[in-house]
């Protein structure tokens, strides 16, 4: 049911992004919406799992790829 219910929202709303970044050398990857690059080493976004904005800033720009749906 609950699932069901999940993909009614997302033909509403709209599927999250996929995010996948690396920091230090660690990939990261994480479900996503409202993803703003503010400038090449900082970016913000709302994490879906854990309902959290989330804002990454580094000396050097940010790798990253993201894939909508």
Same mark, same amino acid.
């Given at each position: 049911?609950?699932?069901?219910? $999940? ?12 995010? $996948? ?6 990939? $990261? ?18 994490? $879906? ?21």
């Amino acid at each position: 049911m609950k699932k069901i219910l $999940t993909n009614i929202w997302y033909w509403f709303v709209g599927s999250p992004a996929e995010l $996948t970044y690396w920091l230090d050398d660690k990939e $990261t990857i994480v479900k996503v919406r409202r993803f703003k690059e503010l400038n090449p080493n900082h970016i913000t976004f709302k994490n $879906t799992e854990t309902k959290k904005h989330v804002a990454i800033k580094m000396a050097d720009p940010i790798r990253y790829i993201i894939r909508e749906e």
